[in-house]
């Protein structure tokens, strides 16, 4: 999709800076008016594309800095869907959990003015990440359909609306974000289905990104999902898991997340550049896109930027060295 050899690109999140979540709350209190809050949200994402053209990541997104998470945020805006309160996931961590009530159906845009705003603030190529229809409904109560793959099937449509929205928009790069896939390896057919209506008649280059999971259980069986490139999460489980996918042929691009999400340490240009090299043990090297393990949401911006820097000084020596 790009031409660069080795393009650095991010998985989607940033982290909201604190002044921004400051805001976030008072607006959420009725003491900040829209407006306001409106412009807190645009300064954000202009300081995220700063900080990312800076760090020379290649595909920019806008860190998401208007997504509360990654479920509630899609289904606030999709006809069907109710939203309960608060439930806690882990630690002191909670989330607004939706629930099915009705017939799934597209209202309105869900990504479309994100990637209308990020196009006109950067020259560079973007990727626009969105939940993919397994998770959101995983992620999810369902009081309406019979079974949970009736609902991940009506809500694949809504997302192939949106992914064609997006598309007629300019978008030329989608990531599906679907880290409840390794937690029901036994539902991967229905994840499949959901991903092949997702993104059919989409035309536009497509990743999957699965993170979180013994991908032993998913390959070479997720190489059948209808996507032009799978995105996983290697630094943080040491890159364990190229023994799995050497033993059969990686037959997509790899999206190879080589700087780990989960740690504060800052991993040195030289040692990402190890890490990347890995990613030739799979794929040849214009296959590979080159990312952190997953968001960067729960590190300090501080330490996020220099880990991307690291990254990209790392992608742009190799590139050197290729
Ligand atoms: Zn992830």
Redesign the pocket.
């Known amino acids: 999709m790009n031409d660069k050899i080795l393009p650095t690109t991010v998985?989607?999140s940033y982290p909201k800076p604190r002044w921004l979540n400051h805001l976030i709350r008072e607006h959420s209190d009725s003491s900040l008016s829209d407006e306001v809050m409106e412009s807190a949200y645009s300064d954000s994402i202009k300081a995220v594309v700063k900080d990312h053209e800076l760090a020379g990541v290649d595909i920019l997104w806008d860190g998401e800095m208007r997504r509360e998470e990654m479920t509630s945020y899609f289904a606030e805006h999709i006809n069907g869907f109710s939203i309960y309160g608060e439930v806690r996931v882990w630690g002191n961590n909670y989330y607004r959990k939706p629930s099915i009530v009705d017939e799934l159906s597209y209202r309105d845009e869900l990504t479309v003015s994100e990637y209308r705003n990020l196009r006109g603030l950067t020259e560079h190529d973007i990727k626009v990440p969105i939940t993919g229809p397994y998770t959101i409904v995983d992620w999810s109560f369902n009081e309406h359909y019979r079974t949970k793959e009736d609902a991940v099937y009506a809500l694949a449509e809504v997302i192939n609306q949106e992914l064609k929205a997006l598309v007629a928009a300019g978008a030329s790069f989608i990531q599906i974000?679907d880290?409840a896939i390794p937690t029901h390896v036994d539902e991967l057919e229905i994840a499949r289905n959901s991903v092949e209506i997702a993104t059919k008649g989409v035309k536009a280059y497509t990743g999957l990104?699965?993170?979180?999971g013994d991908y032993s259980k998913l390959y070479p069986q997720v190489l059948d999902f209808s996507v032009d490139q799978l995105?996983f999460?290697l630094a943080n489980k040491s890159f364990q898991d190229i023994s799995i996918f050497r033993e059969h042929d990686f037959t997509k691009d790899i999206g190879f997340g080589c700087v780990d999400?989960h740690t504060r340490r800052i991993e040195s240009v030289d040692e990402i550049k190890g890490n990347i090299k890995k990613a030739f043990e799979i794929v040849e090297p214009k296959r590979v896109y080159v990312d952190p393990?997953?968001?960067l949401k729960l590190l300090s911006s501080q330490v996020s930027f220099q880990k991307l820097s690291n990254m990209c000084a790392a992608a742009r020596e190799l590139r050197g060295e290729l």
């Open positions: 998985v989607g974000d880290p990104h699965i993170c979180y995105d999460e999400v393990d997953c968001g």
